[in-house]
Each structure stands twice: as structure tokens, then as C-alpha cells.
């Protein structure tokens, strides 16, 4: 009796503390999680001072050497060692990546006669699998996409780890990108995400995206673009920045402008580009899946290159939260487009929990005065400078500084 009494008490204690452990893992889990790979994205992602060369990395081309002729991904031609390619004073990373790619290709254009490629080549067989992609001979991918699955379980806690995540993601090309080989999508789909200071939003993103879009057939790479530096954010002034520099890598003619805390929840809200602009975010959970009012087109929204060029893209005057995708629908209707959506039980979304961020009190005098400039305010008066431009597995990465007005 003593010796079962003693039992009891043993797997009773046992007992409470695997309860007390699952608690502070419930509450506290996320946090420590957070921290975790908050420090992992910092260590990993930045190269602001030189590019580092492996075997096992590969640079995308920059657009401005990008040509039929040439090969679209760039792999070192040494794949065993590390080598380090210093900035030149001043540069820049897009810079430093062009100057880079140069030389490699360069390389590969004496090294590399055409009948020399054996099937091991990287480069050969990267340029393979693109030119597949391309090739107008494929067929037309079914409208609507067979794999489809309509509603879908939206994850808003525990993000992964950016490695286990990479893992599970293998299936991506560099630069956050995927293509289907069997057929052809009806656009090339550049997806801009605006960011700062959102870890683990950016992951819960990632993790819920990949395997969305993939399952839409589509050809798609998502940009996130990120402002460097602490100062006042601007959300319309990247989403600018994310569209000049995807057309510098890529011909997309359609972007899908898309804030990192918003995971759809229908796989039946297709990322493409319709002949108008169609405002995407249209029923989201904290605004009771509810259209809060006509004209918004803020959240996520998808427009052609072509509409997008012709509205001068987003005012940059909009420093802090709020007013910008106000000034943008005032845009659209100026020049006679129209929002177009999804019915609001397929365009549904759930937002990550955020805390609010302060509103600018200039924002409905800088709307009100808007009108007058939406020739002169937006892609064409766009001011920034690129620090590093970097593709992950991901995602395609670029920091950017930008001034407010002083
Ligand atoms: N954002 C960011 N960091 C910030 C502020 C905003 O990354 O400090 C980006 C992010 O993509 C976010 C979007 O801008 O989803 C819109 O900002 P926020 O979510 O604060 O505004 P809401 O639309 O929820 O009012
Ligand atoms: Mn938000």
C-alpha cells in the first residue's frame, strides 16, 4: 500500500509538471520562437558589405544584362570553395550583384562553348528548365485550376523556423519563385510585399502563400520589400520601389500588391490580373468579413503593368499609416478604370494580430490635394536607393532607404 501510495504520488507529480511545462509552452512558446528567428532572419538575410559565393548559391541575373542570348541564373563557376566579392566603395549590392554576374558570365562565355555543356553543368541545366518554362508551345494550365481546394486552414501562430521552412519549400527557385513546367499561367505574377519589423508575420506569410499560389498554377515570385532605418514608414513608396525593381529582374505583367499580416482563406481567389484592377482583401475576419466601404482598395489588391504604368503608380506623400490606397482608388477611378472583386465569401482573409500603428494626421489633406498630382507624385518622381538586393529561397529580398521630406 505504501509502495502504491508512493506511486500515486510520483506519476501525480509527473503528471503536473508535464501540465505546467505545456502551459508555458502555450503562452510563451511564440515568444520564445520569435526571438529565435527574429535573430536568425538578422544573421542570415543582410550582406550589406559583400556578396558571399558557394557552391551551393545562386544569383538571378539582373535584368539590365538579361537577354536571349545569355544564361538567366548565375552560378559559380568554382562549386567546392567560398570565395568573397568585395563591395567597391559606394556601391550598392544590385550594383555589386550586376558586376558579379558579369564576370561569371563572362567566364562562362569563354569557358563554356555551346557543344561543351555536359549534362552536369548548373548553369546549362537551370537555362534548360527556364527556357521550359517559357516556351509558348505549352498549353494554356486549366481555368480553374484542378488542385484547387476552397476553403483552407489559415495558421496564425507558431511560425516556423526560416531553415524548416526553406526545407519543406524545396520545391521553390531562388527568389521565393515557382512556375508550372506542364503548362502556361495567363500572367507572370509579381507579388510586392512592404515590410518592416514583422518576423514573424513574414513567415506565417511564406509558410500559408507558397503552397497557395502553387496550387493556382501559377508563375509567380513574391518581392518583399523592406525599408531600411527606423524612420516614418511608407507603404505606398515600397510597394513603388517593389514594382521598378521586379520589372528591372523579370517581365511580369501583373502585380498583386499584398500587406505581409493578411493570409487568404479560399484558394479559390485567384492571383491573377483581370482586365480591371481587382481590389483582393475584400471580407476580412477583424472587420467581420464585412467590405468596409466601396471605394477601398487597401490590404490586397492586384493591377496589370500596364494600368499600374498608367496611373504613376502610388503617391510617395504618404508618410505613416493610412490615405495611401485611398489616393490609389482615387486614381483608378480618375482615369476611368474600375475596382473589380471576387464575391466576399471566396475574397475572405484573416490579419495577424497587430498592434495599430499611429495615423498621420496630414493624410485626408494630402488626399484632399492629391487629385492635382497624380502626374507629377508616383513612379515618376520615385526617389530611393537600393542597399542590398538579395534572392533567398523565399522570397527576393530588397532593403531600401528612403527620405522622408525634411
Ligand atoms: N508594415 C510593416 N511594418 C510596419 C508597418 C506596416 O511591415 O511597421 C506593412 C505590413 O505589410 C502591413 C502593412 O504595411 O501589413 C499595413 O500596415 P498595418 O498592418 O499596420 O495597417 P492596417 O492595414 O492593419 O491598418
Ligand atoms: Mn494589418
Not at 101 to 112: F, L, V, Y
Not at 142 to 160: E, F, M, S
Request: with cysteine; aromatic share 12%.
Amino acid at each position: 500500500m505504501q509502495n502504491c501510495c508512493s506511486w500515486t504520488t510520483l506519476y501525480k507529480g509527473f503528471f503536473a509538471i508535464v501540465c505546467a511545462l505545456l502551459v508555458v509552452e502555450y503562452f510563451f512558446g511564440s515568444t520564445f520562437e520569435t526571438r529565435k528567428w527574429e535573430t536568425y532572419l538578422l544573421n542570415t538575410t543582410r550582406i550589406p558589405t559583400s556578396v558571399k559565393v558557394t557552391g551551393q548559391h545562386s544569383f538571378h541575373k539582373p535584368s539590365s544584362i538579361m537577354n536571349n542570348s545569355t544564361t538567366a541564373y548565375l552560378v559559380p563557376i568554382n562549386s567546392t570553395k567560398t570565395s568573397t566579392f568585395q563591395h567597391q566603395n559606394g556601391e550598392n549590392v544590385a550594383n555589386t550583384l550586376f558586376r558579379l554576374s558579369k564576370m561569371i558570365s563572362n567566364a562562362n562565355r569563354t569557358t563554356n562553348s555551346p557543344s561543351s555543356h555536359s549534362n552536369s553543368n548548373p548553369i546549362l541545366d537551370l537555362r534548360e528548365s527556364v527556357e521550359k518554362n517559357n516556351s509558348s508551345e505549352l498549353p494554356p494550365c486549366p481555368d480553374p485550376p484542378p488542385n484547387l481546394q476552397g476553403r483552407i486552414k489559415v495558421r496564425t501562430k507558431n511560425a516556423p523556423l526560416p531553415r524548416i521552412l526553406e526545407s519543406r519549400l524545396s520545391w521553390l527557385k531562388l527568389g521565393g519563385h515557382w512556375s508550372p513546367t506542364t503548362c502556361k499561367p495567363p500572367n507572370k505574377v509579381a507579388i510586392v510585399v512592404p515590410y518592416r519589423c514583422r518576423g514573424e508575420h513574414l513567415l506565417l506569410f511564406l509558410q500559408h502563400m507558397h503552397p497557395f499560389l502553387k496550387r493556382q498554377l501559377l508563375d509567380y515570385t513574391i518581392f518583399v520589400v523592406e525599408q531600411n532605418g527606423s524612420q516614418v514608414f511608407n507603404r505606398a513608396m515600397l510597394m513603388n520601389i517593389g514594382f521598378k525593381e521586379a520589372l528591372k529582374l523579370d517581365n511580369y505583367d501583373c502585380f498583386i500588391f499584398h500587406d505581409v499580416d493578411l493570409l487568404p482563406e479560399d484558394d479559390r481567389n485567384l492571383y491573377t490580373c483581370p482586365n480591371q484592377p481587382r481590389h483582393m482583401s475584400v471580407a476580412i475576419d477583424t472587420f467581420r468579413y464585412k467590405l468596409p466601404y466601396q471605394f477601398i482598395f487597401g490590404g490586397v489588391g492586384a493591377i496589370s503593368t500596364k494600368h499600374f504604368t498608367q496611373l504613376n503608380g502610388f503617391s510617395n506623400s504618404f508618410w505613416g499609416w493610412g490615405g495611401e490606397d485611398d489616393d490609389f482608388s482615387n486614381r483608378i477611378r480618375f482615369h476611368k478604370l474600375h475596382i473589380s472583386r471576387y464575391p466576399i465569401f471566396i475574397a475572405r482573409y484573416t490579419m495577424l494580430s497587430h498592434k495599430r500603428d499611429k495615423p498621420n494626421p496630414k493624410r485626408y489633406d494630402i488626399l484632399s490635394s492629391g487629385m492635382k498630382k497624380f502626374d507629377t507624385d508616383g513612379l515618376n518622381s520615385l526617389k530611393y536607393s537600393v542597399v542590398t538586393l538579395r534572392q533567398n529561397l523565399l522570397y527576393t529580398w530588397v532593403l531600401v532607404d528612403i527620405k522622408p521630406p525634411s
